[in-house]
């Protein structure tokens, strides 16, 4: 079968049941005494549960059990059909996908992964119907997988012959002016927070924090992700410089482990747990039913700097990168800056700055003076440079935007949609994305010295000459206060973070592979290798980077220590306390290494 017939017949093809007969049970260990299963089923195996025992798991989960079909199911029977229609209309709105159960906000990544329906889904409610869920994959030796937003890039939230526990049902938020968590009473002062149900997205936390709630809540920049994977993979956002990661900010969650139970945990109720949960990867510790993260205090302003200046030349192009680089150094590495540039390679830098705590012109006067050395020179030309600030308050506010003529946020068109439902313009070519490479790195704050400004600024000129280079600066906690980078480091993930200013992204893809579209994998290979050269050159400069497990090349073989460094031990330990037999499994997640690339035979010692 060639690659795009692979990849029409796993987006339209839907999954079909097989075989009825109960799990007899689990299999025998390789010494005879570990309980740990070899293997999981899949439906054309005898040991899958029968339908008697699907009717008995609907049941458990007050009905809400579903057959799964692919997203493109529809367009396989009719093309012309209503089903297909409105698939084909929405596969760019990632509200749709991720209220889809078989929707990704990616559309799968070359030669790694495509969308695969799962056979059932449990529709979670509550902890009880996540327990029953999984207490049943357990029993059944099912493929688990686990799903609220929908956003790994990495295909964590989907798998064939899978059960699905879809927990976007579970989305309410409830802000509490003093919170203390379980077991802490008389040990922790009470503090301002906001506790998310693990469906909710972090535009529900937003609107309920910020917009109604005149405080801050540090989450994700794109606000369709779920609050819940993006704590547990670390979580940056745009005012990350100033206020840390969301995984710093959690003070407690509930989760239901492997053995079926539900468990509180925070710094007082097994601590270990609670440190694993921080940035330890999502989907590998068991089902998080809710999560209550600290808020803040809302600064006055948040601002914005952008525009584009494109160079006449190679030599102006690198000393234009050379010039912001230092700009950065000396204005904008602080607790105030975030966010990115593109360093492009048809000499152009993009500019897609945000601030927080600065007036308006507190915001243009920083900028300013690089504004006026880019105008004031005939090799390069400039657009829509702009910088400025609003009130805080207003930032996720989708009318107060529209009634200043904004543009910046696209509102769910569907009817009955949530009045504060919208996600940013910028975001909207990821969406339904199909991966072509993608790899990402961090960049320690010692490049920004002085004199190794000069290795820096040559090292992103010759990257941009291959692909488009990513400067995510929020990703990087170098120049943030204190108080974030200690809870950071209170967390599993890399302790590189610490120490760079940002996360190098360098990434391509293509439009979603839809039924009837033609896909040239010959294309989207060379785009794979221009990814990897450029990447080369980074690591001319640093040559052993840690890389943000969420948004990391899937092919990494050095994953452990990239992702979580000198953490990974004490993770594995804690994978082996809580989920000995393997029960969660995801791509590059702690204890993975111990199974198939698909999660379902466990490999020999």
């Not at 506790?195 to 609107?207: E, F, H, L, P």
């Amino acid at each position: 079968m060639n690659r795009r017939d692979l990849l029409k017949t796993a987006m339209i093809i839907p999954v079909l049941s097989g075989p009825t007969s109960h799990v007899t049970a689990i299999a025998a260990s390789r010494n005879g005494k570990d309980s740990r299963f070899k293997s999981r089923v899949h439906p054309s195996d005898p040991a899958w549960p029968s339908t008697a025992n699907w009717d008995m798991l609907k049941k458990d989960v007050g009905g809400n059990l579903i057959k799964v079909q692919p997203l493109f199911a529809g367009c396989a029977t009719d093309s012309k059909g209503v089903t297909c229609a409105e698939a084909l209309e929405n596969v760019r709105n990632p509200f749709y996908l991720g209220d889809q159960p078989a929707g990704t906000q990616v559309s799968g990544w070359l030669d790694a992964w495509l969308p695969a329906a799962s056979v059932y889904a449990v529709v979670a409610r509550n902890a009880a119907d996540v327990s029953a869920a999984v207490n049943f994959a357990r029993e059944n030796r099912l493929r688990i997988v686990v799903k609220g937003g929908g956003h790994s890039y990495q295909g964590t939230s989907n798998a064939p012959d899978s059960l699905l526990v879809w927990t976007r049902a579970m989305n309410a938020v409830t802000v509490h002016d003093a919170f203390v968590g379980k077991g802490c009473e008389g040990r922790q002062a009470p503090t301002p927070a906001v506790t998310v149900d693990a469906g909710a997205m972090w535009i529900d936390a937003y609107d309920a924090v910020t917009t109604r709630g005149g405080r801050y809540v540090q989450g994700g920049g794109c606000t369709t992700v779920g609050v819940a994977g993006l704590v547990q993979s670390g979580g940056f956002g745009s005012m990350s410089k100033g206020f840390g990661t969301a995984a710093a900010g959690l003070l407690e969650a509930d989760i239901v482990t492997a053995d079926g139970v539900v468990r509180t945990v925070n710094a007082c109720m097994n601590p270990d747990l609670f440190w694993a949960l921080k940035g330890g990867g999502g989907g590998s510790w068991g089902v998080v039913t809710r999560l209550t993260l600290r808020t803040h205090e809302l600064p006055e302003y948040f601002g914005y700097a952008g525009g584009e200046i494109k160079a006449e030349s190679d030599a102006a192009f690198r000393q234009l990168i050379a010039r912001f680089v230092a700009l950065y150094h000396d204005k904008l590495f602080n607790s105030h800056w975030g966010e990115s540039v593109k360093i492009k390679p048809e000499n152009t830098l993009e500019l897609s700055m945000v601030c927080q705590g600065l007036d308006n012109q507190q915001t243009a006067d920083v900028w300013q003076p690089f504004f006026d050395w880019v105008k004031s020179s005939t090799d390069y030309s400039a657009s829509d440079l702009d910088a400025g600030s609003g009130h805080a308050r207003t930032w996720w506010d989708v009318a107060a935007r529209k009634e200043r003529g904004s543009d910046a946020m696209i509102s769910d068109p569907r009817p009955g949609a949530p009045a504060f439902h919208a996600w940013w313009s910028g975001d909207k070519d990821q969406v339904s994305a199909f991966l072509h490479g993608y790899e990402s790195l961090w960049l320690p704050a010692a490049l920004l010295q002085q004199a190794e400004q000069e290795r820096l600024a040559g090292a992103l000129f010759a990257a941009s000459r291959h692909w488009e280079v990513e400067l995510h600066f929020n990703k990087g906690l170098a120049g943030a206060p204190a108080a974030a980078i200690a809870a950071a480091r209170d967390t599993a993930t890399n302790p590189e973070v610490l120490d760079a200013f940002a996360l190098a992204i360098i990434a391509n893809g293509g439009p979603p592979p839809l039924p009837g579209r033609p896909f040239d994998a010959s294309v989207a290979h060379r785009d794979a290798r221009a990814v990897d050269a450029a990447t080369a050159e980074l690591r001319k400069i640093v040559p052993d980077p840690g890389s943000y497990v969420s948004e990391s090349n899937f092919f990494n073989a050095s994953w452990q220590r990239a992702f979580w460094g000198g953490n990974y031990p004490k993770l594995r330990a804690v994978k082996t306390k809580y989920d000995p037999d393997g029960l969660f499994f995801v791509h590059h997640g702690v204890g993975s290494e111990e199974w198939s690339s698909d999660g379902f035979t466990r490999l020999a010692e």
